[in-house]
Structures are given as structure tokens and as C-alpha cells.
T-cell receptor, first 113, second 118 residues
Framework: KQEVTQIPAALSVPEGENLVLNCSFT??????LQWFRQDPGKGLTSLLL?????REQTSGRLNASLDKSSGRSTLYIAASQPGDSATYLC????????????FGQGTELSVKP | GAGVSQTPSNKVTEKGKYVELRCDPISGHTALYWYRQSLGQGPEFLIYFQGTGAADDSGLPNDRFFAVRPEGSVSTLKIQRTERGDSAVYLC????????????????FGPGTRLTVL
């Protein structure tokens, strides 16, 4: 059974810091991995999607990497801003189970001005 | 264009009552998903549709839960005889295609319906 774990559960950093969020998964037979952002009381916003054949994706100050063999992904946020404060969720899609996503429990990020 | 919309945004009901939660996906998206999110947890898969048919309903917790998508667009999640443990945020998502290895696979989420069972 695929399990997705995110560490740390919560993180507080001063504005301007570069930071890394971690995601690990137990079954390496994934189809893709997606990082989401969730603001309090809101739905999820897709940040980056990495296909199983890719190693990384970049969007602005965000960079996500994927290492299937070790079952890990990282989300790197450069020059953090207070507006980055939110919960970040990673989710994997398995190759043989259609489109459903299996989520980690999230990392709650707080960026202090 | 318009994103995924869900109604109602909040629903308070009493134990034992029946509720319906509605999802309007992005126009043209063939795949539609339902997830449930408890406080402090990531979303948990319930069911997904490809077109009108339920392609995978393995996440539905028991037979009190049922979902339909009769015309391949709007979907309704139905919960019978609600229990306090059903309280959660119910999220709906849609994607252009689930079987294409491309950005069309990206799931777009609605704001959710917060269900509270008293």
C-alpha cells in the first residue's frame, strides 16, 4: 500500500530564507508526483507536476525534484515571502490505479516578516 | 475561465440526516474526483469518474456514501444517515484526462464543502 509522508509537519522561517520541504513515498511505481498549496479554508492549488520520467520541474521561485528510486521528492522555495505562508501538500499518482492521488499530511509553512 | 465550483460551501446537519454535495467541474474536463479532508490531514481519495461512469470507487468508506455524474459534467456526492465521523471538508477536483502523461493530468480543485454533523 502506497504511503506518503511529509516532513516537517510545520515550519517557521524568517522572510528571505531559502527552504526545502520533503516528501517520501513507499512505492516507487508512481505515474507522477504533484505539489499543491492550500490556504486556510480554501481548496488546493497545483504548483508543480513531475512526470515519472522527469527529475525536476521549476516555476518561478519554486523547484521540485523527484528521485523515484529512493522514493523522495523535495520542494525548494527560494527567497521566501510572507505570502508563501500556507500548507504544502505532495501527492502521488500510481501507474496502475487510474487518476486517484494519494496525499501526504502536508507541511504548514509560516514565513515571518 | 471558471474553475471548479462546489455547493454549498458549508453544510450543517444533524446525525442521521441525508445530505447532497454538488460539484461543477471545469468545462470540458472528462475526469472528476472526490476527496475528503479531515482537520490536519491531507485529502483522502473517495471516488473518481471518467465521463459518466465511476472508474474507481474504492475510497468510499461504506455504503452510506454514493456519487453520481449522470451527464458527464456535474457530480453529486450523497451521504445517507450521516454520522458525526462524516464531518470533514469534501473536495472535488477535475482534470482534462487522467490517462494522458502530460499537463492534462493536472487535477484542479474546488474550494470544498465543509460538512458538520451535529
Amino acid at each position: 500500500k502506497q504511503e506518503v509522508t511529509q516532513i516537517p509537519a510545520a515550519l517557521s522561517v524568517p522572510e528571505g530564507e531559502n527552504l526545502v520541504l520533503n516528501c517520501s513515498f513507499t512505492d516507487s511505481a508512481i505515474y507522477n508526483l504533484q505539489w499543491f498549496r492550500q490556504d486556510p479554508g480554501k481548496g488546493l492549488t497545483s504548483l508543480l507536476l513531475i512526470q515519472s520520467s522527469q527529475r525536476e520541474q521549476t516555476s518561478g521561485r519554486l523547484n521540485a525534484s523527484l528521485d523515484k528510486s529512493s522514493g523522495r521528492s523535495t520542494l525548494y522555495i527560494a527567497a521566501s515571502q510572507p505570502g508563501d505562508s500556507a500548507t504544502y501538500l505532495c501527492a502521488v499518482r500510481l501507474g496502475n490505479q487510474g487518476g486517484k492521488l494519494i496525499f501526504g499530511q502536508g507541511t504548514e509553512l509560516s514565513v515571518k516578516p | 475561465g471558471a474553475g471548479v465550483s462546489q455547493t454549498p460551501s458549508n453544510k450543517v446537519t444533524e446525525k442521521g440526516k441525508y445530505v447532497e454535495l454538488r460539484c461543477d467541474p471545469i468545462s470540458g474536463h472528462t475526469a472528476l474526483y472526490w476527496y475528503r479532508q479531515s482537520l490536519g490531514q491531507g485529502p483522502e481519495f473517495l471516488i473518481y469518474f471518467q465521463g459518466t461512469g465511476a472508474a474507481d470507487d474504492s475510497g468510499l468508506p461504506n455504503d452510506r456514501f454514493f456519487a453520481v455524474r449522470p451527464e458527464g459534467s456535474v457530480s453529486t456526492l450523497k451521504i445517507q444517515r450521516t454520522e458525526r465521523g462524516d464531518s470533514a471538508v469534501y473536495l472535488c477536483a477535475s482534470s482534462l484526462n487522467w490517462f494522458r502523461a502530460s499537463s492534462e493530468d493536472t487535477q484542479y480543485f474546488g474550494p470544498g464543502t465543509r460538512l458538520t454533523v451535529l
